[in-house]
Nanobody
Framework: QVQIVESGGGLVRPGGSLRLSCAASGSVEKIYFMGWYRRAPGKLRELVAAINTAGTPNLSDIAQGRFTIERDNAKNTVSLQMTSLNAEDTAVYYC????????????WGQGTQVTVSS
């Protein structure tokens, strides 16, 4: 099994930036992609961005032009740099990892809260 630890959330003003970090451990040899998801109040969890072992990013519409995802395969870490944040980005952000069949490998953790507010 893969274990995930997320960090970097917090309170940020509209228009501000925030960087989230995630580290995977355990059966990391199974990991093909790592990604960030989020669940806003009253909404379902959704994919924000993912990146595979080749470094190819997959950015959702909400991330295009504002967020950047980077991965360090040697350290089994992934980061999400978020800019131009707005209130709609307020959510709990979760990291996870998946295999080549796009099956998630880690149980969902508590995530990290991102609150965008003035």
């Amino acid at each position: 099994q893969v274990q995930i630890v997320e960090s970097g959330g917090g309170l940020v003003r509209p228009g501000g930036s925030l960087r989230l970090s995630c580290a995977a451990s355990g059966s990391v040899e199974k990991i093909y992609f790592m990604g960030w998801y989020r669940r806003a109040p009253g909404k379902l969890r959704e994919l924000v961005a993912a990146i595979n072992t080749a470094g190819t990013p997959n950015l959702s519409d909400i991330a295009q032009g504002r967020f950047t995802i980077e991965r360090d395969n040697a350290k089994n870490t992934v980061s999400l740099q978020m800019t131009s944040l707005n209130a709609e980005d307020t959510a709990v952000y979760y990291c996870n990892a998946g295999d080549r069949d796009l099956v998630l490998l880690a149980p969902w953790g508590q995530g990290t809260q991102v609150t965008v507010s003035s």
